[in-house]
Every structure is written in C-alpha cells, then in structure tokens.
C-alpha cells in the first residue's frame, strides 16, 4: 500500500514510516517540517501528495497543552482545519482509507467507581482538596474515595482543554467523512506514547522525558501529587505497529471506529520515576506533593478491543523500554 503519512517527521510519525516499510509498503512524508515543507492546511499541496495514495494516517498535529486559550486559534487550524482540509482533499482524490492519530486526552478524567454507587464521574478538581493533599477524586453523590478502573472506547467523552477538544473534532470531522464517502476511518487514542526520538521537555511527551531530563543533569525526577497517579505508558514501537495494523484492516465503511491504544498495564507516576531511576543509577525521585490543577489524577485504558478485533500485541514490556529510553534519545 502506499501510505500518506502526515507528522511523518515527527515523533510517532517516523516510527510508523519506518514500520510500514518494514511491512512492505511505501510511506510518504508529509509534513511542515521536512524541507522543502508541506502543510496539511494547503489544499493544493496535500491534493498533489494524495496521488496514487491507497491510505492516509494521519500523524500531523500540534500536540501538548500550548499556552491554553491562548494558542486555541493554532490548534483549531493546524489540527481540525488541516484535518478538513485533508479529508475533502482525500473525498476528492478517492482516497478511502483512514488511520488517524486519536488520543485517550477525549476522556477527560478516568473511568471510577464507587463502592456504592457503581461508575460515577468526578467533578473538576478543586484546588482546596489538592492543596491539602487529597489526590483522589471523590464520590460526587456520597464522598467516599472512588477506585480507578479502565476506560474503554464507550466511555463519554470529556476533553478538558483545547488541545483536547482539537482531538476529538479531529475524530468527529474523521467520522463526518466516512459517512459522507463510504470510506474507513479507525481512530487510535494513544495514551502516554514513549520511546526512542521522543520531544524532550514538552508537556505533552509526557512526564518520562521530564525525568528523563533531570536524571540527565543529576538532579532527582519530582514527582507531582503523591506520585499515585495511574497512567498507561505504551512503547512508540507498538503504536507504529497498531496503525500499521490499523491501516491493513477492513474496517465496517461509513463509519469511524475508535481503539485505546495502551499497554493495557497501567502504571504510577511513581513507577516511571522509580524505572527511570533505576535504569540511570540514581538520584532516587522525589515526591513533591505539587499539582496542576488541569491534570487527571488517573487515565488508564482497555486497549482488549484493539487486541481482540485486530490482533494487535503490544511488544516492548515496561522495564525493558524505560532501560531503553534511558540509553537512546
Ligand atoms: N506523544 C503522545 O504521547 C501522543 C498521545 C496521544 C496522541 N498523540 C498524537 O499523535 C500524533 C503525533 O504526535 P507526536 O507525539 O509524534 O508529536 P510530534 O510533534 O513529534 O509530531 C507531529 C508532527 O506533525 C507535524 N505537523 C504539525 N502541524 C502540521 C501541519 N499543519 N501540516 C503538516 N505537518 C504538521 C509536525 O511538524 C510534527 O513533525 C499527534 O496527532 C498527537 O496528537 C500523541
Ligand atoms: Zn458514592
């Protein structure tokens, strides 16, 4: 097949460049960053690039947090403008095949339940509960403490900030197109993606490189809230693996199908630094007790559905790929 990779520069882009020419398909880059560069949002660009193209997986997006409100013009154009610009590019080159970048970010907080109550949301976080070191979210209807368990893809969506809600219009304007076209769409909702090439010190690569950084200068990872916080760390190989997958599957046409993409073993903030420690022979993290008022105190995924229905297998076991990183940039 040959594949329009957009962001195929990029982090999880060039894996999936690299994945797919392993599997016998030919990659094309598409992306602002190689030289000369190519803009997802140039209509007359991505309409050249689309020749002869069987799929499209689209990579590209600006990715972290920005600086909230204020970037929202940027990453409304860059990722849903580029995004629609894309696919009445694809409806009108006849391309009908679509693997797109989704992220587990349209959740929101995690899936919780109450002993009592069963699955309940949490409400926002308030400041006070934090400032005092109360970490977990409560029982919005009774108070008492809830127990995280795992989203699955039939969770409500809850994006709670712009990059989030870039994210999930990505899925929907994805979804609009199938339906408009007869064409396939899969969304995989990547969780905190880590390996080798990650961006170092932005946000949104996730907290390993943070601490992957202060180990580098010596200093010891601190480690926000009471390092408890769950989170999924999948390896970047296994999701250039899942989109390769993704991209030779037969999805039900006209609509999008939607798949956690997690190593299905959840682990803590904690953890990682611990990991990461170990792997680079200290300092030992340090629990800080700071917090960020935006962030989720627990995200972990049920990635069955992509294993079961597509056959996908995530490869890379935690202390191997965090020894890994450690090594490789
Ligand atoms: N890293 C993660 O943990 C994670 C988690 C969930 C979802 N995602 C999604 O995965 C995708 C790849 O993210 P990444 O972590 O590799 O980030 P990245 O920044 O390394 O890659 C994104 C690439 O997109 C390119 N790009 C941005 N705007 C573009 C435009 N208008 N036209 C063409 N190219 C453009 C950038 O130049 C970059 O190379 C993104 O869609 C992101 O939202 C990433
Ligand atoms: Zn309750």
């Known amino acids: 097949m040959r594949v329009l990779v957009t962001g195929g520069a990029g982090f999880i882009g060039s894996h999936v460049v690299e994945a797919l020419r392993a599997s016998g398909h030919e990659p094309l880059v598409y992306d602002v960053r190689t030289d000369p560069g190519a803009d997802v949002r140039d209509r007359a660009a991505v309409a050249r690039a689309l020749s002869g193209v069987d799929a499209v997986c689209h990579q590209a997006a600006m990715v972290g ?109 994805s979804a609009a197109w199938a339906r408009a076209t007869d064409g396939t769409a899969i969304s995989l909702r990547y969780h905190n993606v880590y390996g080798p090439g990650m961006p170092r010190d932005t946000p949104y690569a996730g907290v390993a490189s943070f601490f992957r950084s202060a180990l580098e200068r010596g200093d010891a990872p601190r480690v926000f809230e009471d390092g408890r916080q769950r989170r999924d760390f999948v390896h970047v190989r296994d999701v250039a693996a899942a989109n390769v997958i993704a991209l030779e599957a037969a999805p039900r046409p006209g609509t999008l199908t939607a798949y956690n993409t997690g190593s299905g073993e959840p682990h803590t903030v904690g953890d990682l630094a611990r990991a990461l420690s170990a792997a680079h022979g200290g300092p030992q993290p340090v629990v800080t007790g700071e917090y960020r008022l935006g962030d989720v105190r627990h995200i972990t995924a049920d990635s069955s559905r992509l294993r079961a229905e597509l056959g996908w297998k995530p490869e890379v076991d935690f202390a191997e790929g965090m020894q890994e990183f450690t090594r490789t940039h």
């Open 65 to 173: 947090l920005g600086n909230g409100v204020a970037d929202a013009a940027e990453y409304v154009s860059r990722n849903d403008l580029g995004t629609a610009v894309l696919l009445a590019a694809m409806a009108e080159a006849g391309v009908g095949r679509l693997v797109l970048a989704g992220s587990m970010v349209v959740y929101g907080e995690g899936r919780y339940d109450c002993p009592q109550h069963g699955v309940v949301r949490p409400g926002p976080r308030a400041a006070a509960d934090l400032e005092a070191g109360r970490f977990e979210p409560p029982c919005p209807r009774c108070g008492a403490p809830l127990v995280p368990g795992l989203v699955a893809e039939d969770a409500p969506t809850d994006p709670r900030n712009v990059y989030a809600s870039t994210k999930l219009a990505q899925e929907h304007l």
